[in-house]
């Protein structure tokens, strides 16, 4: 990893749908996430390429922003957000009401306390460090936009920051809205642009 290397993250706007508990299920972004998501990047395009998830939600705005700029893009599968199994389009309030303190237990303990089916979060957390190795590696010295989802987000700051992967969901993430992470000598740094808070 060499010096000068910024990458901002980008959280999808709203899928049709609203919100829920997706996962892989491939919604397209209603009309109120398409402009979610042009309002936070405007007219600036400060970025020498694009980088996105595969999903709908991702790949539309993705390709869009992309051809608008004549920025290089490329998308990762290693990029798509964490499977939730038997969670899986299924919505907080319905999650609660099959099993009241289900989500609760989640938050606090996402290791062990995760839905019947749902990809453990060792493996998300590999499958992410590994995508963001490899763009480190390749596009050294660049500045990258990332497009994907809340857990891709999560996952990103935990493995440049060394959060804990217990602590991971305190992160939470707002809809539509920039991280930036920058690399010097291989130190990572966070710049908040309202858009990822830590709960305390």
Do not use: N
């Not at 700029?69 to 099959?98: N, Y």
């Not at 606090?108 to 963001?132: K, Q, S, Y």
């Not at 217990?166 to 740094?189: C, K, N, Q």
């Amino acid at each position: 990893m060499r010096t000068g290397t910024t990458l901002d993250l980008m959280r999808h706007g709203e899928p049709v749908g609203g919100r829920k508990y997706r996962g892989q299920i491939d919604d397209p972004l209603s009309d109120k996430g398409w402009a979610q998501m042009r309002a936070a990047v405007g007219d600036a395009a400060p970025w020498t390429r694009i980088v996105s998830s595969p999903l709908a939600r991702c790949r539309a705005f993705a390709e869009t922003l992309a051809t608008r700029h004549a920025l290089p893009l490329q998308f990762d599968d290693r990029l798509k957000e964490v499977g939730f199994g038997a969670w899986e389009g299924k919505s907080a309030a319905e999650i609660e009401q099959e099993a009241p303190g289900t989500l609760a237990r989640f938050k606090t303990d996402p290791i062990h306390a995760r839905p019947a089916g749902a990809e453990p979060l060792a493996d998300f957390h590999a499958r992410v460090a590994m995508a963001l190795d490899d763009l480190l590696a390749q596009h050294a010295g660049q500045h990258v936009l990332l497009v994907g989802h809340a857990g891709v987000m999560r996952m990103a700051l935990a493995w440049a920051l060394h959060i804990p992967l217990e602590h991971a969901y305190r992160i939470e993430v707002a809809t539509a809205t920039l991280t930036r992470l920058r690399f010097d000598g291989g130190l990572a740094s966070l710049i908040f642009h309202g858009s990822a808070r830590v709960e305390r």
